[in-house]
């Protein structure tokens, strides 16, 4: 099982601080740091020192590491043109030498619209326009050098574009899309992604998921080994009870809660519960570190549960 750390810094997070989890995450092991791409916190939202932009942040971190992959999950499609995110994507690829990955979604979250005037449509057009955006952004990172792309979009269409800049990675960065949607989730991640991400579902959930993603895949002729199949989860990991309940209490979660619905425990339970997510064909659990200034707990679960998953 590959770990990978997971952020969230619309919680409240400076760049340095992203920064200095990036570098530990990277020193400490780990196979990549990805952050969600939110404009706004959720709950109280005082949440100093307000967000930071998450192609902004990559960029920096681009530069900043040197092995470690870098993400989003997961960008919103609400947020950016299909055209210029394919640029910026493909840029930040180039910046880190290779190592950018796509999480895109809907965008779920609408208070965020509305704080930062992005419209906000009917669930129904933003798959839609999320279908339009995977096929605009595949296109132009498939498009031959010296070649243009069209695309008769409704939401974007696309006439005669360079199709440039190219990404470092061929045939194209890695696309993950995730979720429970039972229908239009499966279908386009059978057609687009490299990656299936499932945040915060119980194993239960996970085989149901990806069964309707291997069935999807199977109605249009892929092989799902061809995907990689991932989870993400809370981790609130200590050496003993006492710590855990620490770290629980550090982000305002319930210990017994988060060993229900999260990753949570010694390292022996983590460890134990990693494997009931390994039984259902999970290769990578994104970890959610929630307090950004404990760096011992991303060290801990490096040494402690990485070794022996």
Partial sequence: MELRIFTEPQQGASYDELLAVARCAEDAGYAAFFRSDHYLKMGDVSGDPGPTDAWTTLAGLARETSRIRLGTLMTAATFRLPGP????????????????????????????HTAYGIPFPSLGERFDRLEEQLAVITGLWAT??????????????????????????APRPPILLGGMGAKRTPRLTARYADEFNLPFASVEDTVAQFGRVRDACAEIGRDPAELRWS?????????D???????????????????????????????????RYAATGSQRLYLQVLDLADLDHLELVAAEVMPKV
């Fill in 85 to 112: 995110l394919a640029i910026t994507v493909a840029q930040v690829d180039q910046m880190s030498g290779g190592r950018v990955e796509l999480g895109i979604g809907t965008g779920w979250y609408g208070e965020e």
């Fill in 144 to 169: 031959p050098p010296g070649e243009t792309f069209d695309f008769a979009g409704r939401y974007y269409p696309v006439s005669g574009s360079p199709a440039l800049p190219k990404p470092v990675q």
């Fill in 231 to 239: 989870n993400a989860l809370v981790l609130c990991c200590g050496r």
């Fill in 241 to 275: 009870d006492a710590e855990v309940a620490r770290r629980a209490e550090a982000i305002g979660r319930d210990p017994d809660e988060l060993r229900e619905n999260g990753l949570a425990g010694t390292p022996g339970e983590v460890i134990e519960k990693i494997g």
